[in-house]
Every structure is written in C-alpha cells, then in structure tokens.
C-alpha cells in the first residue's frame, strides 16, 4: 500500500476538499498573490519608516553637532587648559571629527541591516512561489495518480451465487 493511497484512506475527506484540479490551483494562485502584495506592502511600510527614522536622525545629529559647536565657541580663547591636554577647543574639534565619523559608519550599518532585511524578504517571497508550484505540481500528481488508479483497476464481473467449491466438495462425500 503506497503512501498516497493510505492518505487517501486516512483523510477521505480532506484529500481534493472535493474541488476540482482548477479550482485547487486558483486558490493556491491566490494565496500566492495575497503573499506577494502582503511582501510588497510591508517592505514599502518599512521603506518608509526608514526614510523618516534618517531624516529625523540626520536633523537630531546636526543640532547636537550645532549645541557642541555653540559650547565651543563660548570657551574663551585663553582658557587655562589641564597638564598634557589639548586646548578645550581643539579638544572639542577632536571629539566632534571622532562623533561625525562614528555617525557615518552607524548609518552604513543601519543601511546593511535594512539591506539584509529587504533581501531576507524577498528569499521568503521566492520561497512561498516555490512552495506553491511545488504544490500545484503535487496537484497534477495526484489527479494523474488517480487517473491510473481508475484505469488500472478492472472491473470485477459479478460472482455467481451458488454453492462454494468446498460446500461442493463436503456435498459429494
């Protein structure tokens, strides 16, 4: 007994769901194409967050960069600076140069990541188009299967009613 014949008997009413192979095949196209708009709008949704998220970061990080320089600039010129220190504006210049290059490289990080996320969603979106040819394709598998089966089993003429061979046999001794 094959597998495909015991599932058949386990789960009579769940095998085909009493739809024809077209009628299987459109609701599968659907889902497909639910999954696909559902992909495309959260990866829009996502675009979006992203472009505002920049925008609000890029704006906070100038008026920091702003209020640091603006601290900067209140320092007098002659202000007494500690032993084997730099003067407090160059000190100030440093940590600024040091805080404009550790932005750059967060936003290129933040960029990758999204990145990775974009591409992690289309590999789930070429996933769920996989899976669902894989399953249109078991549908035609099965409606072939259950061709063959009709096919192959002959049709059993009617027993004759009358006595068994060995009733016959105990009748005569």
């Known amino acids: 007994m094959g597998k ?3 599932a058949k008997e386990l789960f009579p009413l769940v095998y085909g769901w009493d739809l024809s192979k077209k009628e299987r095949k459109e609701q599968w196209h ?3 194409d639910n999954m696909e708009k559902l992909f495309d709008q959260y990866q829009d949704m996502k675009k979006a967050a992203r472009k505002a998220k920049k925008e609000q970061w890029n704006t906070f ?3 920091v960069m702003e209020m640091e320089q603006t601290v900067a600039d ?3 010129e002659d202000a007494p600076t500690p032993p084997g220190m730099p003067a407090p504006k160059e000190f100030i210049e440093k940590v600024k140069e040091y ?7 967060a936003v290129e990080q933040a960029d990758n990541m999204f990145d990775l996320m974009v591409e992690r969603q289309k590999k789930a979106k070429e996933a769920v ?4 040819q894989n399953v249109e394709d078991k549908i035609d598998e099965y409606q072939a299967d259950d061709e063959e089966e009709k096919e192959a089993e ?6 004759k009613r009358g006595p068994k061979p060995a009733a016959k046999a105990k009748a005569k001794a």
């Open 129 to 132: 188009t996989d899976a669902v």
């Open 74 to 76: 209140s320092i007098p």
């Open 4 to 6: 495909k014949k015991l």
């Open 61 to 63: 990080f100038s008026q």
């Open 30 to 32: 659907d889902f497909k």
């Open 99 to 105: 805080q404009e290059t550790a932005n750059e490289h």
């Open 154 to 159: 002959p049709v059993k003429p009617a027993a």
